[in-house]
Structures are given as structure tokens and as C-alpha cells.
């Protein structure tokens, strides 16, 4: 066992992590609960007609620590992308904070279970009610008490919990290792504390009401039992809890109590984590696409185990055409969802098995880089340690060893008589699982080596650090040809800064963290007509291309959109939706989609329509991430190509000859606009979420509206952060319907009305990202540092005309 406090914590082994004493990245450790003796064999299960509880037999489980803070919310979301259950680990101080909020809308999405545990109740000014009623309220579910912390003496230390479910008491030994739990029964302690027993027992009938509203079967062992609320035995009450957690849309939250510093709690959270949480079985169908088809995994091997050719035609269409003889041979199917490099063990990649195992020395198929390569080695991971394993089985989470290529998302699969330069037959090679969404950068920062000789090393550690954290970007500057790195906020990128300085041991200058702004052009161009004609690589290549640009009219753009075809309705017009509200437009007359046999008389044989297509698009792109104005990308931007095949294509023209004309084409119309009349530039803003206590409340709302110039959308949690997420459809919970026992030191009940704490507030607001850099310190200043916030794109803006002077004075400043 270890401590955050002395910076030894097992799963926080980064030396940033036991400087910050914070989890940066997350980390995997298997284990058995209860614990099970090395090398013991695993005990028999029981069968369904045992009355037994999961948690009295040992079950592999496999736990990963995740990080709390909102600038590595991607390591969140790739752990939750391949997850079973999780728990939710809140501060019985601070209460359900901003950053909890923005987790548990992102579990719902994965419709993943949850049950809470209320942690630091052994810290003055702990308040285990008033964090329940936040729960109800917060996080849009109805908390189901099943532990209520216990008071020495009922107003004094906190030395251990009631247990709601089976009617005791448990005390822990003070000063110990959390090893030795003293068991009270009710009767006993309606002598030693008759307020605390009786507490329990009100604690009990709360327990069943709320499942009686959500378990059928609750309701029929309540009418067994006389409808007496403590005679339904626990072993009913766990099977009830486990169906409300299983739910798909999740309305019950069991809630536990305890204080991990001083090891109170944990063992029964554990028990209750393996006898409330769904093992793999229990969750839904992991979702592949195949051959251009969407449908689940399991749907695809029955469909093919059930297909009989020789009977029935019909069997395919039944099957929604996933019958594929070849999934015979298809072995194992894993998600790789996180890559790290060590330096012991070099490039470690992080697998979740989704069917069949991965044996040691197996070929894998990576079906989103079509290579395959070999398992050397497969590893069980204890964060940094690791014990070597021959097979990783169904369900489970391990480690491969040298693979080169594997990435963060991709689909590994073993196939039967696979050979290393084959490919999988049956279309088996297209199978991929849901991928992990990466969400957009906002900050960057420049990366100069110190000289040239240093650049590849630079270079190398740079694509080291990529492979590992996806929602890290990397893009160089022409013109200048400075390396640019983006992340997800400032603390994002100082960790990548000092990995990359101190780890690496790269040699390089870091610039200041930069904002990524966008620009938008202001007047509509004539048509202008590019023509290359010009040796590429060696040979003559020739291409000539029409483009004009004009602006669309929208004040904001939403980040994140992939580029996207949206066929028009004439065969002789294509229309491709690009990221950052712009629009590529190609008309293409002679040429009609639907009639490939016209394309011969007008196209050159070695091209085709949809490359000649993708090739102009390619080239539109290109010109866009990089404006003429100040070099950020464009935005709001319609591109309008006018394609004649039979003057602009000819013998020589080749794809990238077709790419750069149209680069140099766009290019030089954005400048033509630019020219008539001054473009404008957007910049991002924040949805910002912060949380104050009632004294600073006027001096923060202050602060944000006038000299951030933001515009504050509401105050507690009117309209929350969730709900501001667009999850409108969520339950509104009123928090003096919810049963929870009464905090010893709270001051007053306070305004529970809102769901907050008497002293606690929340302030919801749309704020430029570039008044939100270093916003941390000068909130603490504020607060007595008590502060806290949690912000989000909301989208880019255009700005006024003397924002955007500011803006550009500023940048130019030495």
C-alpha cells in the first residue's frame, strides 16, 4: 500500500505525477478480489441456483486509474471507450465538482454502470449529505445509500460506516492498516449507539423505496416479507441493486462511504465493485463495421456460424449480409486504446480483447493500417511493473510488446493461416471496432531544435509522444518552418514539454503556449485559372484548374467536424463539407456520377472521377489550413471549382499535379479577397464551468463579464453543465426527496433547493479562450484558492474590430 501524500502511489509511478501528486496518464493494474494466493488455482463458481453473493469468490478484475484533471480528459475517454463498469470517486469535501460532471456525461455516452464512493470524509468539513443531494441533482440520478458514515460518539471522528445492506456496523481500528474491521449487529448496537443503529435502519427503508420504484422484484420480496423493509435478507437487496445498475439507462446510483487515506471503506467498495458491476458478458455487443456495413460483433459471428449456403438463400438478408464464411477463421478481435513508450521495455501497447485470446507469437492483422506484425511478448500489467504472460483471454486487458505500427484505435485481429505480407480474405480485413473520438486541440506552442543536427532527434521524441496521447497534434509552418505542437490546455502541454525536454532529453527551444485562431474571408472572387505545367519527381506533369471563393455567412463555427461528401442533386455537381464551416464545391459537367461510361470520352484512361475528385479536395484542404491573412486556418469559407475535363485534363496530368493546381488556384483567390476587402479573424470560446464559494461569487462573476468580456449564462446550475452538453432529456431531481443522514458538523441545512452547498456556487459561462490562458492562478487569488473551473470548446466567434486589433498588436509584440 501507498500514499498520494508521500508521493509513492503504485498507479502514479510518472515522476510529474509525484511531483503534482496528480494522475497525468492513466494506468492498468490486474488483480484477483478477494484477494486469491498466487498461483492458486481459481475456485469453482457457483451456478445460478447457489445463494451466494459474487463477492465471496475471487474474480480477476482489471482496474484503471484515470486522471481527474480537464486538460487529460482524453486519457478518460480512451479507458472509458473500453470499460466495463466504473467507480466514481468524489471528495466528500468539494462535493460533485465541474470536471464530475463533464466524466459522468461521457460514461453515460458509453452507457457505462457506475456507483459512487464518497471519499475524504475524514477531513474537517466534510459533508456526506449535502454530497449525496449534489449527486441527485449534479449528476441527474437518484442516489441509492448504502453505506452512511459513522461518527464516534455521533458528533466526533470519522471511524468507520454503516452498512445499509446487510444491518451492521463496521469500525476500523484507528491508526491501522485498514486490515482489522470490527462487525456490530444492530442489537449490539442498539446498545452502544442506538442514534447511529437507528439511522441505519431509516437508511434501510430510504434502500428500498428507491428500488421498489425501479425493480419489479424488489416490490414482490417487499409484499413477501410482510412489507416489513428490514426483513428482505441482503443477499435480495444486492441482486436488486445489481439489475438498477445494470440499466441501460442508468436512474440508480448505489453510493458507498469512506476515507482511502486512512484505508476506511475500501474493502467493501471492492466487494460491492465485483457484486455490482457487469462482468464483460453483461454489456452490450461491441459495435464493428464491416465492408462498409454497421452491426455488432457477436451479430457477425452468429450470423456466419448460422449461414448454411446450401439450404437457404435467404439466410444472408436475415443476417443483414454479415454471413462471411471466413469469420471461421477469424481467432481473436482486440482494440488497442493506449501506447506507451518505455524506456526498459520499449513501445508498449495497451489492448482490450474483445473475443477469442491473443496467444504469445500470433500473427496480428491491424485492419486500419492493413499491416500485420508479430506478438513477441504479451504482459499482465501492475502499472510499471509487469509479469509475462502467455495468452491474453476474452474480456481481459494486456499489454503487446514491439509492435511498430499499432496506434491509439485501431482494430487488431488474428486470423487463422495468416501469413505476414497476407491480408485476411472475406472482407475481414475492413473489420474494425467503434475508434476512440479525439477531441480538438485549442493551445500550441512552437518547437525550435538548437540546431540542425539535433533535429531528427527532436523529430523522433516528437513522434514518440504523438503515438502515445493522440489528442496531441503536430503541424509545421511553411513559411517560417517552425514546428507547431497543440493540446488540449496549458498543464496538457507543460507535461509535454517536460517529457519531451527531461525524458527524451531532446534539445530544443520551447516558444510560449499560442492560441489557435481562425480566419474568414469577407468578399466573394471572380473566377481565376491556375494552370501547372511543370516536372514532378523527374516527370512532366500538367493540370489546370478554375476556382473562386465566397463567405458564408455564420458568426460561429463548431470545431471538430470531419470532412464529409454530400452528393447535390445534380449528377454533374459534387459537394464535400470540409471541418471549420467550409464547403468545397465541383462542378463537373460531361461527367455525371451516375454514368461511368461517359467519364472514357472526356477522362484520361489512368484517371478516374472520384480520384480526380478526392484530388481537387485534397488541394482545397491544403489551402485552407493555412490562410494567406495570418496564417491560421480558414473557416466559413465556400470553394467553388469549376471543372472542364476535356480543356483542363490531359495526357500528363497526374493526381498530385491535379492536388497542387488546385492549392495554388484556392490560394490565390483567398488572396484576391483579401486584397478587395479585409478578412476577419475568429477566435475560440469556452464553455466555462467554475465552481466558487458564496463570498467570492460577486468578484469572479465580475471579473468574467467585464474585464474577460464574457457573458455569464447562469448561476447554480440552473441550466447545468450537462444540460448545456445537450443532454436536456435528463431527469430533474429534487434534492428534498432524497434520504440522507444528517451531517454532525454542517452549520445549517442551507439552500439545498439548487442542490448546492449553503457556501458553495456555480457560475456557467461563455468566455474567449484567450482571457481563459493562466485563469487557474488568478481564480485562486480570488477565491482564498478554493476555486475551481472546468471549460470546453463551445465553438469560434468572429471578433469586433478592435478585439481583433488587440489580438494582432499583441502577436506582434517582441
Not at 307 to 333: D, F, H, R, Y
Not at 439 to 446: A, E, G, H, L, Q
Not at 802 to 810: I, P
Request: proline letters at 7%.
Amino acid at each position: 500500500m501507498a500514499d498520494v501524500d508521500e508521493g509513492s502511489t503504485v498507479t502514479d509511478f510518472l515522476p510529474a505525477e509525484r511531483a503534482r501528486g496528480i494522475t497525468i496518464q492513466s494506468a492498468a493494474i490486474t488483480f484477483h478480489w478477494p484477494p486469491q494466493e498466487p498461483g492458486a488455482q481459481p475456485p469453482r463458481a457457483p451456478t445460478c441456483f447457489e445463494s451466494i453473493a459474487p463477492s465471496t469468490f475471487p474474480h480477476n478484475v482489471n482496474l484503471i486509474d484515470t486522471p481527474g484533471h480537464a486538460d487529460f480528459t482524453f486519457e478518460v475517454l480512451r479507458s472509458l471507450r473500453v470499460l466495463d463498469g466504473a467507480v466514481c470517486i468524489l471528495d466528500g469535501v468539494a462535493g460533485v465538482e465541474a470536471q464530475t460532471e463533464k466524466v459522468w456525461t461521457q460514461a453515460g455516452n458509453y452507457k457505462i454502470p457506475r456507483i459512487i464512493f464518497v471519499n475524504k470524509l475524514d477531513r474537517v468539513g466534510a459533508a456526506f449529505s449535502r454530497t449525496v443531494k449534489e449527486i441527485g441533482v449534479r449528476l441527474h440520478g437518484w442516489p441509492a445509500i448504502c453505506q452512511i458514515p459513522w461518527w464516534k460518539g455521533g458528533n466526533g471522528d470519522f471511524v468507520g460506516v454503516g452498512d445499509v445492506v446487510n444491518l451492521r456496523g463496521m469500525l476500523w481500528q484507528a491508526g491501522g492498516d485498514g486490515r482489522d474491521i470490527q462487525p456490530s449487529s444492530l442489537e449490539e448496537l442498539d446498545t452502544s449507539d442506538a442514534k447511529f443503529a437507528e439511522e441505519i435502519r431509516k437508511a434501510r427503508v430510504a434502500l428500498v423505496e428507491i428500488l421498489s420504484e425501479y425493480d419489479d422484484a424488489m416490490v414482490e420480496s417487499f409484499l413477501e416479507h410482510d412489507e416489513d423493509h428490514l426483513a428482505i435478507p441482503a443477499l435480495r437487496i444486492w441482486q436488486s441493486l445489481r439489475r438498477v445498475t445494470l440499466q441501460s439507462s442508468q436512474a440508480v446510483i448505489p453510493v458507498f462511504a469512506g476515507a482511502s487515506f486512512r484505508n476506511i471503506g475500501v474493502q467493501p467498495l471492492l466487494d460491492a465493485t465485483v457484486d455490482l458491476l457487469p462482468s464483460p458478458l453483461e454489456r452490450p455487443d461491441p459495435e464493428i463495421s464491416i465492408s462498409g456495413q454497421s452491426s455488432t460483433l457477436s451479430a457477425l459471428l452468429d450470423a456466419s456460424a448460422n449461414a448454411k449456403p446450401a439450404k437457404s438463400a435467404k439466410k444472408p438478408q436475415q443476417t443483414g449480409g454479415l454471413a462471411i464464411p471466413e469469420v471461421k477463421n477469424l481467432a481473436a478481435c482486440a482494440l488497442a486504446f493506449k501506447v506507451v513508450n518505455d524506456t526498459k521495455r520499449g513501445v508498449l501497447v495497451y489492448v482490450r480483447v474483445y473475443s477469442g485470446s491473443l496467444d504469445k507469437g500470433s500473427t496480428l492483422y491491424n485492419t486500419n493500417l492493413g499491416v500485420a506484425e508479430r506478438a513477441p511478448r504479451l504482459l499482465k500489467m501492475y502499472a510499471n511493473d509487469a509479469v509475462e504472460v502467455d495468452s491474453i483471454g476474452p474480456g481481459q486487458i494486456g499489454v503487446i510488446t514491439g509492435l511498430k505500427h499499432a496506434r491509439t484505435g485501431d482494430t487488431l485481429i488474428v486470423y487463422r493461416g495468416l501469413q505476414m505480407r497476407g491480408t485476411p480474405a472475406g472482407g475481414l480485413n475492413t473489420l474494425q471496432l467503434r475508434p476512440i473520438t479525439v477531441p480538438p486541440p485549442v493551445f500550441f506552442t512552437s518547437i525550435e531544435p538548437h540546431s540542425l543536427s539535433e533535429q531528427k532527434h527532436v523529430h523522433e521524441s516528437l513522434a514518440i509522444l504523438l503515438r502515445e496521447d493522440p489528442s496531441l497534434h503536430l503541424s509545421i509552418d511553411e513559411e517560417s518552418g517552425q514546428t507547431h505542437l497543440a493540446g488540449m490546455g496549458d498543464l496538457h502541454l507543460e507535461i509535454a514539454r517536460d517529457r519531451l525536454l527531461n525524458d527524451f532529453k531532446a534539445k530544443a527551444r520551447i516558444g510560449k503556449i499560442e492560441i489557435g485562431y481562425r480566419e474568414t474571408i469577407t468578399s466573394a472572387t471572380s473566377p481565376y485559372t491556375y494552370e501547372l505545367d511543370k516536372p514532378i519527381a523527374g516527370k512532366q506533369a500538367k493540370a489546370k484548374i478554375t476556382s473562386f471563393v465566397e463567405p458564408i455567412d455564420e458568426s460561429m463555427v463548431i470545431p471538430g467536424a470531419e470532412s464529409e461528401i454530400d452528393v447535390a442533386d445534380s449528377p454533374f455537381e459534387t459537394t464535400f463539407t470540409l471541418s471549420d464551416g467550409n464547403t468545397l464545391n465541383i462542378s463537373h459537367p460531361n461527367l455525371s456520377r451516375h454514368d461511368s461510361s461517359s467519364h472514357k470520352a472526356h477522362i484520361p484512361p489512368h484517371l478516374s472521377l472520384p480520384g480526380v475528385l478526392h484530388s481537387l479536395q485534397a488541394g482545397a484542404l491544403a489551402a485552407l489550413a493555412r490562410g494567406p491573412f495570418n496564417g491560421f486556418p480558414v473557416a466559413n469559407t465556400r470553394v467553388r471549382i469549376d471543372l472542364d475535363a476535356d480543356t483542363q485534363l490531359f495526357p500528363d496530368t497526374t493526381p498530385t499535379a491535379l492536388s497542387m493546381a488546385t492549392r495554388a488556384a484556392v490560394n490565390a483567390s483567398l488572396r484576391s479577397s483579401i486584397a478587395a476587402s479585409a478578412p476577419s479573424l475568429m477566435e475560440p470560446v469556452m464553455n466555462v464551468t467554475i465552481f466558487v464559494h458564496e463570498s467570492s461569487l460577486g468578484a469572479v462573476v465580475q471579473d468574467i463579464s467585464s474585464a474577460r468580456g464574457g457573458q455569464v449564462l447562469s448561476l447554480d446550475g440552473t441550466e447545468s453543465t450537462a444540460a448545456l452538453m445537450s443532454n436536456e432529456d435528463l431527469p430533474r431531481i429534487d434534492p428534498n426527496l432524497i434520504y440522507t443522514p444528517p451531517d454532525p458538523f454542517a452549520s445549517g441545512t442551507g439552500d439545498m433547493g439548487s442542490g448546492l452547498a449553503d457556501s458553495q456556487r456555480q457560475i456557467v459561462a461563455r468566455v474567449p479562450l484567450k482571457e481563459m490562458v493562466g485563469y487557474l492562478n488568478h481564480l485562486r487569488a480570488l477565491t482564498g484558492g478554493r476555486g475551481t473551473f472546468v471549460m470546453s470548446v463551445d465553438g469560434f466567434e468572429k471578433m469586433g474590430s478592435q478585439r481583433q486589433k488587440e489580438v494582432l498588436d499583441s502577436m506582434r509584440e517582441f
